[in-house]
């Protein structure tokens, strides 16, 4: 029995404790030394003080004598845990914890500390196999829930972390830190008005979580609401003005409007978060972003690269250097910042792209295309598959009806169906569903295919198999020499719409040249294209006549190049050049030549085996097929590329495309 003394003593030190009082505690805890050592709470509650005093190493011993007084109390052993996880004495809370363990195997709150643990030493899976167990036994308590949603979060599993967090509400709809969790994963899932109104209802319970606030913020930027994600952060900040986690999501929610001042402004709050963490890499990466903003690419290379020294498990920053080195052009560069990025994270399909991009322009075909099937899971292409139950084909000869279908725009599906003729002779009926546009010369082209609609594809077309055109380079082009077997010209103008067009355009006994100037590309088109002022006063001469092959409504600016500088780009308005994909084919054809930026003008031509001159951009903007080897492009020899040096220098390669011009053709 412990003297009314001791009682006292211990009682007087834990309620020290429990104020943060920790010298009044040790002084307590030494005076019950005093009257006996053996007590195992005495220690214990000494451990505390002596840890809160910053005394860490002292107090791990003071708790190590606690942990060797009570081997045989699983609670006392998961108390124990508790506070030296609190000093990251890891390897010491193991230890109770796996006593705690072998004294009770079922005790939830012992497994469920073992994968707090696990969660905090960086290995995830072991953390969430403890969770796991911890519900299976107790499936109704609310905390277990929050835990592994927590380490699903981590994981970036975030469908199932979303399935947890819901079961969480469930047991819990007070728990402010489930709908917290709610949040985050609804945000991580691009649902971004139901995150909202999750967050939303988790400031309702606890108006004072500034974590929660935080990510409001964030989900408000994603939902481009970036007044009110402003009010959200600012709300942080003024609950925790030296929380940098606040005020990078400030600093965030003011640059993403990216005005000049707003990106000043952002800066600044991003500068205050540093000096406040110098070590946090998340503040470093959004400076870098910035940064780049402002043009100052440099400066946004350094802060990428600060940020990747600060965390060998941070992908994020690795990835943005590989954008920012290709848009400088430093291929080379850029592939090993990819491929950092999937070492530190390898389930990260927008890494997995980008690296697969970069190994195509370089013709590494084989782990290319096997890099590229990570499309379908990249925010960043944003694709759609077809929804059907049929299963994938893999290029094998059968009797089994084929679905092939084209993804992403027109030029992209002209360019895999360069494969198809390969595939004329396979048995299978074969289906290929194409823009709708694309179908009259399709048919034309390729007898042996029954081209349909993308947009009206459906199971009931009776396919028992399928693959996106995509990925049938993956069989059909897995190297250079692979090649050799695509027949050139693989799509044929209707003979007596070229005709037609022929007798229609004015050349006068000049060279026809067909012109497209602009690219509409989502992100890089204004990267692509070239003001057609520029293009035509480096190409004009009295031996050349001009057509006019640009999609779109170009007649302000074919007038005005008329008006000052006297040049002419004929119009044929019988020919619809967005709409009458073949049309636009006859008048392709109906030309001499084709001069084009990078755009669906160069596939269809290239596809007709027309003689094309290609204006190419620099870095990033220069799409991975307008590679040459060996002086040719793979894909379409009738195609010469004309590249830029530097980024926005169009005068470089227009002079030596009009140095070709002379040399090659009029000659």
Not at 234 to 239: H, I
Request: proline share 4%; hydrophobic share 40%.
């Amino acid at each position: 029995m412990q003297s009314q003394k001791l009682v006292q003593l211990i009682n007087a030190a834990h309620g020290a404790n429990l104020q943060k009082d920790f010298a009044a505690a040790v002084n307590w805890c030494q005076q019950a030394l005093a009257i006996s050592s053996a007590v195992p709470e005495i220690w214990f509650n000494l451990g505390v003080a002596q840890c809160g005093l910053g005394n860490v190493t002292v107090g791990a011993g003071s708790l190590e004598q606690a942990r060797l007084r009570t081997l045989d109390s699983a609670d006392a052993q998961n108390s124990i845990a508790l506070q030296l996880m609190e000093i990251r004495a890891y390897d010491a809370a193991e230890r109770c914890l796996k006593r705690a363990l072998s004294l009770s195997p079922n005790y939830v709150f012992a497994l469920s500390n073992l994968g707090k643990l696990r969660l905090q030493q960086g290995r995830l899976d072991d953390a969430e196999t403890h969770f796991r167990t911890a519900i299976k036994l107790q499936p109704d308590i609310a905390e277990l829930h929050v835990n592994l949603c927590g380490v699903l979060l981590q994981k970036k599993s975030f469908s199932d972390a979303e399935v947890t967090c819901r079961r969480t509400v469930d047991l819990a709809p007070d728990s402010p830190q489930a709908w917290n969790n709610l949040g985050v994963a609804l945000t991580r899932l691009d649902h971004f008005d139901e995150a909202e109104h999750a967050l939303r209802r988790g400031l309702q319970i606890a108006p004072d979580l500034v974590d929660t606030w935080i990510n409001l913020g964030n989900v408000l930027c994603k939902k481009k609401q970036f007044q009110e994600a402003e009010i959200a952060c600012r709300k942080a900040v003024e609950l925790a003005p030296a929380s940098a986690d606040a005020l990078i999501a400030l600093g965030q929610a003011i640059g993403q409007r990216k005005g000049p001042e707003d990106v000043t402004s952002g800066l600044a709050l991003l500068d205050q978060a540093i000096s406040i963490e110098p070590d946090n890499a998340e503040a470093w990466l959004y400076r870098a972003a910035m940064l780049r903003d402002k043009g100052q690419e440099d400066a946004a290379l350094a802060s990428l690269e600060k940020a990747i020294s600060l965390s060998d498990s941070f992908a994020e920053p690795c990835y943005d250097k590989g954008i920012l080195l290709s848009e400088r052009g430093e291929i080379g560069e850029a592939l090993e910042s990819y491929s950092l990025a999937i070492a530190r994270r390898p389930d990260f399909p927008d890494a997995h792209v980008n690296r697969g991009l970069i190994l195509l322009t370089l013709g590494d075909f084989t782990h290319g295309w096997s890099e590229l099937e990570y499309r379908w899971r990249s925010k960043e292409n944003d694709l759609k598959p077809i929804v059907t139950t049929a299963p994938l084909w893999t290029a094998t000869p059968s009797n089994r009806a084929l679905l092939l279908w084209g993804e992403q725009g027109i030029g992209d599906q002209i360019l895999y169906s360069s494969i198809l003729p390969e595939l004329a002779e396979f048995p299978q009926k074969k289906y290929v569903a194409l823009d709708r546009r694309l179908i009259p010369l399709f048919a034309r082209s390729m007898p042996g295919f029954e081209f349909t609609d993308l947009a009206q594809v459906t199971d009931a077309m009776g396919f028992a198999e399928q693959l996106p055109l995509g990925s049938l380079p993956r069989y059909f082009r897995p190297s250079k020499e692979s090649f050799v077997a695509a027949r050139h010209p693989f799509l044929f103008a209707d003979p007596q719409r070229v005709a037609e067009l022929r007798r229609k355009i004015e050349r006068s006994g000049k060279l026809v040249c067909g012109v497209s100037w602009s690219s509409n590309r989502k992100s890089i088109g204004v990267q692509k294209s070239i003001d057609l002022a520029q293009m035509l006063t480096a190409l004009a001469s009295d031996r050349l006549h001009f057509v006019n092959l640009q999609y779109g409504d170009t007649a302000a600016e074919r007038e005005l190049v008329q008006s000052r500088h006297g040049i002419t780009v004929q119009n044929l308005d019988e020919v619809d050049n967005f709409n009458d994909i073949d049309g636009l084919a006859a008048l392709i054809q109906a030309c001499d030549i084709v001069v084009s930026t990078s755009n669906s003008t160069v596939h269809l031509a290239g596809a007709l085996g027309k003689e094309t001159l290609q204006l190419l951009p620099f870095g990033r903007a220069r799409l991975w097929y307008w590679s040459e080897f060996d002086g040719r492009n793979l894909w379409y020899p009738a195609v010469h590329l004309f590249g830029q040096s530097s980024p926005g220098d169009w005068q470089g390669p227009l002079t030596k495309l009009r140095r070709h011009i002379e040399d090659k053709l009029w000659n």
